[in-house]
């Protein structure tokens, strides 16, 4: 009998991909990176609306975040320029800091809510910030009936 | 019997990226293809400042003051390390789609325009979008198979998207676009503070010796010694100068204008935001000072094309496509069984460019191509994309 609950690494061996959803980005706020919450209807059985929100919105938050202008990126920028931009040799972005906490996000995020309930969220970065990537699986052994 | 597949390279992923530029340095470095006009830039610069260094510095940093040639080795390690910044690092290149996603939007493209009939030109592929109460058009991108993001456009030259699409700029070898262009901007104006500095001082140079010597024993000295050597090369410098001075500055003129208003040169060009019935500029922030600070110090985007990520091989018995970012993104190339990874390689080889393009695109493509011809006439600035 196939466990109901399944860890990222079992559904990586056992489930085969059925499908893909793509959630794409919302322009209306100019050129920043935001993604649409709206609920795709291929998820409506197997994750709750609000659930998937919650996700899309905090990623939305992360980005507003790293694209933030204000005296604190202001202040990286001329600093770097002064130093003819050698200074991102050894430093790190904040925009590079941020995409490494939504990294760890979306992998928590899969972890806990989507990994069991058979999907797989990629991360933007690795789309080239087009869209957020949503792998539906489905179990190959999978009984209509709970055991 | 066990078989052990012994890989004899790595490959990575900048090794089957589409798209027409040139990698370097094991993927580090980033150019277009035609580089012979960027290696004249470096020889004018290079070679202007060196006998500039070498000749009048000499004389001057005794005559006048020793902070002259530090002062110019300063302005010219900076137009140096922005030209090389600009020139090697990516515009801002946006990567193609996969097959899935680009699957996923022709069926979205098909729902809502409807299935056409066999001989019928298809309905050109646009999306509106609002931005700031103004109705932006987003483009379906036939050769990357997306929805281009607003202010970008592909470039012919490199075959590739570029987010914030400037221009193509032959005299650096690469695209301008969202992340160079503040590289090229200082780049452009280092340089024409240190073209204005050669030349006032050789000027000065010009005249302290005449002063000395007489204007007209300046000038004709005898060939072959020392002090007409001098001359020669004097002279040629402020010829060099005085060309590059007029296209140069001019240039940085017009891209300190385009700064102040939150403009590209290719929506300067199309006249996006001209005319009476067109939309005002929406990213604007309507303050010049604003607009300024957004373009050239405003949050930097990392590169997405992780060019130097290592490509899933099928052969390969360790599955190890960690990319060099985070911990978080290593699961999805793992994940993928041989399938999968088999997809997101031929996915990555190099794309033909769809046949059917729509007259809409096709004019808009050639107007951006005035670089493809380069122009070496240093009059216009604008002759220079």
Request: glycine share 6%.
């Amino acid at each position: 009998l196939c466990p109901q609950v399944h860890s990222l690494q079992e559904l990586r061996r056992s489930a085969s991909l059925a499908t893909k959803v793509f959630v794409q980005r919302d322009y209306s706020d100019g050129t920043t990176c935001q993604f649409q919450t709206k609920f795709p209807p291929e998820l409506e059985s197997r994750i709750e609306r609000q659930l998937f929100e919650e996700t899309v919105k905090t990623l939305n938050g992360f980005y507003a975040e790293a694209e933030k202008i204000g005296g604190s990126s202001y202040l990286e920028g001329c600093l770097a320029c002064a130093t003819a931009y050698f200074i991102f040799l050894c430093m790190e972005t904040h925009y590079e800091k941020v995409l490494k906490k939504i990294s760890k996000y979306i992998q928590d995020q899969n972890e806990k809510i989507y990994a069991p309930r058979g999907l797989l969220l990629t991360d933007p970065l690795e789309r080239g910030m087009r869209v957020i990537e949503i792998s539906i699986y489905e179990d190959r052994c999978s009984s209509p009936s709970s055991a | 019997m066990s078989v052990m597949v012994a890989r004899k390279k790595v490959v990575r992923k900048w090794e089957k990226l589409p798209g027409r530029n040139t990698f370097c340095c094991d993927g580090r470095i980033m150019m277009a293809r035609q580089k012979g006009i960027f290696y004249l830039t470096l020889f004018l610069i290079l070679g202007t400042c060196a006998l500039f260094f070498a000749f009048e510095c000499r004389y001057l940093a005794v005559q006048l003051s020793p902070a002259i040639p530090v002062f110019a080795a300063v302005l010219f390690l900076f137009a140096m390390a922005t030209l090389l910044r600009t020139s090697f690092s990516d515009p801002g290149v946006i990567p193609r789609a996969l097959p899935d996603e680009a699957a996923f939007i022709e069926m979205e493209i098909e729902a809502t325009n409807g299935t056409v009939p066999q001989g019928q030109r298809p309905p050109p592929r646009i999306k509106n979008f609002q931005i700031n109460n103004q109705i932006v058009k987003l483009k379906y991108c036939y050769t990357c198979k997306i929805f281009r993001p607003p202010r970008a456009s592909h470039c012919s030259i490199c075959d590739n998207c570029v987010e914030r699409f400037d221009h193509h700029c032959p005299w650096v070898g690469n695209c301008v676009g969202k992340r160079n262009y503040r590289y090229f901007y200082l780049f452009i104006l280092s340089l024409s503070l240190l073209t204005i500095y050669i030349f006032t001082f050789n000027i000065v140079y010009v005249a302290l010796k005449s002063l000395k010597i007489g204007f007209l024993n300046t000038l004709k000295e005898t060939p072959g010694t020392y002090p007409s050597s001098l001359t020669v090369l004097t002279v040629l410098e402020v010829l060099i100068c005085f060309f590059t001075l007029w296209s140069v500055v001019g240039l940085t003129g017009f891209h300190t204008f385009l700064v102040a208003l939150n403009q590209t040169t290719n929506e300067d060009i199309k006249g996006s935001w001209t005319g009476k019935n067109r939309v005002q500029n929406p990213y604007s922030h309507g303050n010049i000072v604003k607009n300024c600070c957004e373009v050239l110090c405003g949050p930097l985007p990392p590169s997405v094309l992780d060019r130097r990520g290592i490509l899933q091989q099928e052969e390969s018995t360790a599955q190890e496509g960690s990319c060099p970012r985070g911990p978080g993104t290593q699961e999805p190339p793992a994940t993928q069984g041989p399938g999968q990874a088999q997809e997101g390689h031929s996915a990555l080889s190099p794309q033909v460019p769809a046949p059917s393009v729509s007259d809409a695109e096709l004019p808009e493509e050639k107007q951006r191509t005035p670089g493809e011809l380069p122009v070496p006439s240093p009059d216009a600035g604008r002759a220079e994309h």
